[in-house]
């Protein structure tokens, strides 16, 4: 079985949040799996990767979006490094960019890159299994290959279309039409959804079948879904959820070359101290304290606007005796005063970016991991913290109910309600009661690492969807 997954990122290529590592794991346990052949296809981006690596040109066309002529050339990477198939598909002016997203022209960019895909495998003959369309970016695919004549070969290929976050679903006014490829247009009903092209309600309508990232978040979406709930509940019949997984060979607390100090399960407690007591050097906490901290983007979905009242209002409730460190950027606003409370506040520490080795570095050292989250479809950054012995406290929402349970009923996990700043810092206090209580924290560190969230299982749920 030949499946193409199509995506915007792919870790360790180009990274925003999540669906870069599902895209940079999944494929490579899929071909794990006996007579299975899984590929990514993605834009070309200026990065480091891109230029460390050998690439071969497989393809060299033409595509007309409107009245433009545009370039689309498709590069393999040579060594299957990634363990899967590379194509990168690379359109001057639009596939030549730093950065996946932030761009005035998102829309026409997008629509390039599903475009100059299907015009690659068509124009070459290739006919996958399963076309694995990933988030709205590559939502009108499945519309594509059925309505376009252009890709009249492909027409009956077998797509799936995977929501990682439905809060982004790459709505445009109807002029975009006149870029697309030309399309039947008595069916422009399955692109429109309340007066727009909305690409990500096409996928849930076109696609032969379509999944969420937890059962938790899939259950979510029919009562909240960015006005597609009705859509959501007409099309449950093709609905699955299936959860991440974690890459274990990249996460990896025992191997993972960005620690200070490695370690597993049996010396887990004498190495994160020794991690922590590095990672608090550094940044002038104090290690003897117990260290929360969040990473991530600084968005409201994530719960992120709560983070400077938690961090003033934790250190003067607790006087001082917690530290907190935060890793991300993403809103002015926010880090401007969070910026302000590194300068007041000596028991917290502030770094402002994406930083992957530090991330690592977090996981290892951390006590608790924050994550107040709004909405949270799956949710990764829990599952690396109890890989590496850090105890979650987290939303009980979409895919974090589905992953940490509360300690206080067996779980190894603190969870909380509502999403707000007292609700937060109350599950703080409970993690300070855990923290003290020595013989109680050590076992939840040893519970947490032991929990298999490998991309094993989540595979072969995949695979056995493709085959129905």
């Known amino acids: ?61 033409f595509i007309h979006q409107g009245s433009s002529m545009l370039q689309v050339q498709v590069l393999k990477e040579k060594t299957n490094a990634l363990g899967f198939e590379l194509f990168m598909v690379r359109i001057p002016g639009l596939l030549d960019r730093d950065n996946p997203y932030g761009y005035s022209d998102e829309s026409f960019q997008f629509l390039a890159f599903q475009h100059g895909a299907l015009h690659w495998l068509s124009a070459m003959g290739i006919r996958p299994d399963v076309l694995h369309c990933h988030d709205y970016h590559t939502g009108l695919v499945p519309f594509m290959i059925e309505h376009c004549p252009e890709f009249s070969f492909l027409k009956g290929v077998k797509t799936i279309g995977t929501i990682h976050n439905g809060e982004y679903q790459g709505m445009m006014s109807w002029e975009m039409a006149n870029y697309m490829p030309a399309f039947d247009q008595y069916k422009w009903g399955l692109l429109d959804w309340n007066g727009v092209i909305n690409p990500l ?32 509940r007409d ?31 049996k010396n887990a407690i004498a190495q994160k101290k020794k991690n922590k007591e590095r990672l608090c050097k550094e940044y002038g906490l104090k290690p003897e304290l117990p260290l929360f901290a969040f990473i991530g983007r600084f968005a409201t979905e994530k719960g992120a ?4 009242d938690v961090v003033w209002k934790s250190i003067k409730q ?41 991330s690592h570095k977090i996981y290892a050292s951390a006590d608790f991991l924050l994550m107040p989250s709004r909405v949270e479809p799956c949710g990764l950054n829990q599952m690396y913290s109890m890989r590496y012995g850090t105890v979650p406290i987290v939303r009980y929402t979409g ?45 939840l560190i040893r519970a947490n690492m032991n929990f298999d969230f490998a991309w094993e299982k989540s595979a072969e749920k995949y695979i056995a969807l493709y085959k129905n």
Not at 201 to 227: P, W
Not at 243 to 258: A, K, L, R, Y
Not at 402 to 407: G, P, S
Request: charged share 20%.
């Open 1 to 61: 079985m030949i499946i193409y997954h199509l995506s915007t990122e792919c870790y360790p290529v180009a990274k925003v949040g999540g669906l870069a590592d599902v895209v940079g794991a999944l494929p490579k346990y899929q071909n794990k799996i006996k007579d299975i052949d899984a590929k990514v296809v993605m834009p070309w981006y200026n990065k480091s990767f891109v230029h460390d690596h050998e690439f071969d040109i497989v393809f060299d066309g």
């Open 399 to 443: 895919g974090l109910r589905d992953t940490v349970e509360d300690v206080s009923t067996g779980g190894a996990g603190i969870n909380f309600t509502f999403p707000g700043v007292d609700d937060i810092i109350h599950a703080m206090n409970r993690a300070l009661l855990v923290y003290n209580k020595k013989g109680e924290m050590e076992n």
């Open 318 to 358: 607790s006087y001082g005796a917690l530290n907190i460190m935060i890793l991300g950027s993403g809103n002015s606003y926010i880090e401007n005063k969070l910026k302000e409370y590194d300068y007041v506040y000596s028991n917290f520490a502030l770094d402002l970016g994406y930083k992957e080795h530090l």
């Open 201 to 232: 309600a096409s996928m849930i309508k076109c696609a032969n079948a379509f999944t969420t990232v937890s059962q938790g978040y899939l259950e979510e979406l029919f009562v909240s879904f960015r006005g597609l709930e009705s859509l959501v």
């Open 305 to 308: 606007d709560f983070l400077p």
């Open 235 to 265: 099309e449950f019949g093709k609905a699955y959820g299936i959860i991440n997984g974690i890459d274990t060979e990249v996460w990896n607390p025992e191997t993972d070359p960005m620690l200070d100090f490695n370690f597993n399960v």
